[in-house]
Structure formats: C-alpha cells, structure tokens
C-alpha cells in the first residue's frame, strides 16, 4: 500500500472507531452544532423532541423575540411535529432577516433556524430529510475533492441515510426517539461494495475515453476487444475493509513528496509604446514605464490551490461563528487551478471581524493581501488607477498589488465599500470596481491608464466589506453576491479573547513569556462584561486587563 493509501486508512480507522471528534459525543450533553450535525451527529438524549426544547427554550425566553416568532417557537415546543418544526424555522428567518434586526438576535435566531429541519426530518418530514442530506452531500464533495477521505466518508453516509428518510414521508406515524450511529455504521459495512461499484465506474469512463480517442485519430486503446466490466482487472486485488483498516497500523514506506508543475501568468505584455525613462527616473520610480519594465513580458507565478478541507478547518478554528461562511469559500476552492476565492461583499454589523477574517483568509489561501478601505472615497475611479497626462499618475491598485507581491495572484479587500460616494463625477467605488469582479472575461484585459495597455489582472481576488447595502449598485451585487456576516457568540470567548491578544503581542512586539495567555479568572471576568457582538468593546475590555497585570506588577516589591 502506498504512502497516501497508509495515511488515508489511519484517517478513516480512527474516524470509524471514534467520530466524535467530528460529529460530537455519541451521547450528547447539549445541543450540537450544525457542522457536526451535518457529519451525523446525535440529538440530545437520542430525541429530538429534548434537543428542540433545550435548543428553542432559552430563545422563546427572550423579551426582545418578535411575537409572531415566539408564537412559532411556542407551538414547536408545546406540539413538536414536522409541521410546527417547518413553520418555527420559517419564522426565525423572516425574523432574523427583518430589516433593522439587532446582530445579538439575529444571530442565534438564523443559527435555530438552520436546525430546525433536522427536528422536521426526525418527525417524519422526507422534504426536510432531503434538503439536509443535500446539505450533507455538499459537505462530502467538499472533503472527498479535497482528499480528507475522513470527514468525507462521514459527511457521506450522513447524507445517504438522510436520503433514504426522504424516500417516504412518516409524518402521520407516531415519533419514536432512536441514536443515529447504528443505522450510520450500516453504511460503513458497505464501504466495500461501494469502492468496488466505483472502481467498476472509473474503468468504464476510462473505456469511453479510449474509445472516442481512437475516433478522433488519438493513441487510445491499442488493439483487442473491449474487455468485459468482469474481467477488468485490478478489482479482485482490491482488500477487504478489514485488511485496509489494518493496514493502518503497520509502518508507512516514506515516499517523496509529488511535485506539480508551477503555474504562472504574464500580467503586463509589453511597454515600449511608453518614452524609456532617463537613469534618474528608473533610480526613484518616476515613470510608468520604469515601474513596469521588469515585469513586462514576463511570467509571474501564480498561487498554488489549497487544500479546501484544510483551509475551511483553520478559518472554522479561528472564526467559529462563522463556519457558513468559511464552508461556503472552502466550496470554491473545489478544482481550482490557482488560489483564487470567489469576489462576494460580507454584510454585517461593524466590529464583527469581517475584514480580520477577510486577511485571514487570503493567509489560508496563501495569497498576499492589500486593505483599501472605501469610506469616504470621494473619487472612485483612481482605483482604475490615474493618466500618465497627469502629473499625479499612478497605477491601479490591483496592477500595484501584484508588482508588490511580485506574483500574478494577490487578494484585495475592500472595506466598507458602501461608504464609498455616490456621485459620478468622479466615478463612484462601487461602478469601478465591476470590470474587475469579471475573472473570467474584462479581468484579463483590463486597460490601466497609467500604462496606457492592457494588463491581467484574472488572477486577483477580490473580499467587500460592508456594514448595509444602502446605494450600492444592482450590478456590484450581481457581480459579487452578498453574504450574511455573524456576529460573534458568547461562547467565542476564548478564541475571540487570544485572537485579540496575539493581536496585542505583535503590535508590543512581545513574545508570549512576557505577554501569557489569558487565565480562567481574566476569560471569567470578561465573560462578565462581554455578551458577544462586536469585538471592540472586547478589545478595550482585554486592553484594561493587561494594564491591570501591569498596574498590579508595578505594585509588588522589587
């Protein structure tokens, strides 16, 4: 077996053995999240009658639930039923989606919401079923492209059992409380009749390919009959699931490591319709052309894709709150060529980490980052860049990015975008920025007036930023789709609280000997004061703590 094959069973035996650590405790304590709801996690008590009560009881005590959700939530608790499961789901959404709903509701309401039909499905709901295995199914992809055979098998069977609920609905028979894991280690018993279906597949994609190859005058298959599915070979060799798992255990050979071709991108073609700038000019980067010269026609490299099972874990590490979101992105990263993320606007309240998490990203993807903040931008046009028969010249933020990073990929933010003006006669942010959004098509040929030609800019990414919608233009939102932005939680504490810590450390310059992580009692004293929402209050409340470890310092004899 080969070294990918040994790390692959080792991943899958212990996931098989113990899926909590993805699906959570086989018996739970506590409601569950969605994430490990979508890899088959359990209800509380193995009934989801008690998970729905301990999940929409602390929400229906709430003073500031709008009536006609408390009303649905009422009716779930008192008759849960797919019915009221279904109508209490819609209800949080129109509740959480109403215009002027305060962040610290809408959030816990949309996270219910996103619960509810697995209730509805558990009661009996083959419409629920289905919507939740296809979110599953999502999942599976999403692992399986990106080579974590684990979560992927899990998310998998999760979806095939929810797909075999949804082959018939039970909402007239009588709710029995049951665990899952049973009827999921099912599935894991036919793991092996599934390899061997798939295998069956591929042969036969790989017979079709040869087939149209020798139509086409291709090298295709040479000679003989097609071989029958029975006799192909290579299926009779393949092990049992016993013999793979054990596998695992014994010694991986070491192997090198695969190398893939590098992949690159001319950005600038060419500058010789440009005057040569004089020696002065190309000491201090006084023209356009001296600025682009060592760059045109030249092939720069382009960042490799991440792993997108590995980028959605380390931004689901960092940002829990939102793991939507974070899932959402990992998505595009499926089959990409380049490290390029999808250009979206992430609408949410100010101090909820949009543009942290923005930088954060563009790290995981391993892309250099520029912030341009667009509140208060009175000429959106000069991100286009401005004319060479201007004094006041200078290239497109975009074209800037890349020559920094001397790269043919970068990631641009742009911050508060609709804080940019709404005045044309300058050009306005939000009109500017299309032609970019387009990787596609005018993104590759985008004319740059300082360099009077066109340049490549399809391999820059692109995060907006923005607290509301209000006057941004249709096309900037059918270009780059809004996407609801959280709030942090209570619960983030801890992650939120060291994020903003380490922030502190750098900005000191301190190494964490001299600046140590928070204690029990600082966490306790800030989850006192700190009821999630925006991190800046946070901010100050942490900053108050380490100049209360100071004050005290100072205080003790030397």
Excluded at 16 to 32: F, Q, V, Y
Excluded at 463 to 485: E, F, K, Y
Aim: one cysteine or more; hydrophobic letters at 45%; glycine letters at 8%.
């Amino acid at each position: 077996m080969t070294n990918t094959g040994f790390t692959q069973a080792s991943q899958i035996r212990a996931l098989l053995l113990d899926p909590s650590p993805i699906c959570g405790p086989r018996e739970p304590r506590s409601p569950l999240t969605l994430q490990q709801r979508q890899f088959g996690g359990e209800d509380l008590m193995w009934d989801a009658r008690s998970d729905q009560h301990a999940r929409l009881d602390p929400l229906v005590r709430r003073e500031d639930l709008p009536r006609e959700c408390r009303l649905a939530i009422q009716a779930a608790l008192t008759k849960p039923t797919a019915a009221t499961a279904l109508r209490a789901e819609r209800a949080l959404l129109v509740a959480c989606e109403k215009k002027g709903a305060p962040e610290h509701l809408a959030t816990p309401l949309y996270d219910a919401a996103q619960i509810m039909p697995y209730y509805a499905a558990a009661f009996g709901s083959a419409e629920a079923a289905a919507r939740i295995s296809a979110r599953s199914l999502d999942v599976a992809w999403l692992h399986l492209r990106g080579n974590d055979l684990g979560r992927g098998w899990l998310a998998l069977r999760a979806a095939l059992l929810w797909a075999s609920d949804a082959q018939e609905d039970l909402r007239d028979v009588e709710y029995t409380p049951r665990p899952l894991f049973d009827r999921l280690t099912a599935f894991d018993l036919q793991a092996l009749s599934f390899a061997r279906a798939f295998a069956v597949i591929a042969k036969a994609e790989r017979m079709i390919a040869d087939e149209d190859a020798i139509l086409r005058g291709g090298a295709g298959a040479q000679g003989g009959a097609t071989p029958e599915v029975d006799d192909l070979p290579g299926l009779e060799e393949m092990p049992s699931l016993g013999e793979y798992l054990a596998a695992a255990s014994e010694p991986a050979p070491q192997a090198p490591p695969p190398t893939r071709p590098a992949l690159s991108r001319v950005v600038i073609t060419y500058v010789d319709h440009l005057p040569k700038p004089s020696k002065y000019a190309v000491e201090r980067g006084d023209s356009p052309r001296a600025l682009a010269e060592p760059f045109a026609g030249k092939a720069l490299p382009l960042a490799p894709p991440p792993n997108p099972a590995a980028f959605a874990a380390r931004l689901n590490a960092e940002f829990p709150w939102a793991q939507e979101v974070n899932e959402l992105y990992a998505n595009a990263l499926v089959g990409a060529t380049f490290a390029a993320l999808p250009p979206r606007i992430l609408v949410g309240g100010a101090g909820g980490g949009k543009t942290s998490w923005a930088r954060a990203a563009f790290e995981a993807a391993g892309l250099t980052s520029t912030l341009y903040s667009g509140a208060g931008v009175a000429d959106g046009g000069t991100f286009s860049g401005t004319s060479r028969q201007w004094s006041t010249w200078r290239l497109g933020v975009s074209l800037q990015a890349l020559l920094r990073a001397q790269a043919a990929s970068v990631g641009i933010i742009v911050d508060e975008v609709e804080k940019g003006t709404h005045d044309r006669r300058h050009g306005r942010l939000d009109e500017t920025l299309l032609a970019f959004l387009e990787r596609s098509s005018t993104a590759r040929r985008i004319f740059d007036p300082a360099l009077e030609c066109e340049v490549d800019l399809s391999g820059v990414s692109y995060i907006l930023t923005a607290n509301d919608l209000a006057g941004l233009s249709r096309p900037l939102l059918d270009r780059a789709p809004p996407i609801r932005w959280p709030m942090p939680r209570a619960e983030d504490l801890p992650i939120v609280a060291g994020r903003i810590l380490a922030d502190l450390r750098r900005e000191r310059g301190l190494a964490e000997a001299w600046l140590p992580d928070l204690d029990g009692q600082e966490l306790d004293l800030l989850s006192d004061r700190w009821k999630g929402g925006s991190l800046r209050p946070l901010r100050r409340l942490v900053e108050a703590v380490i100049s209360g470890r100071e004050a005290f310092a100072r205080s003790m004899p030397n």
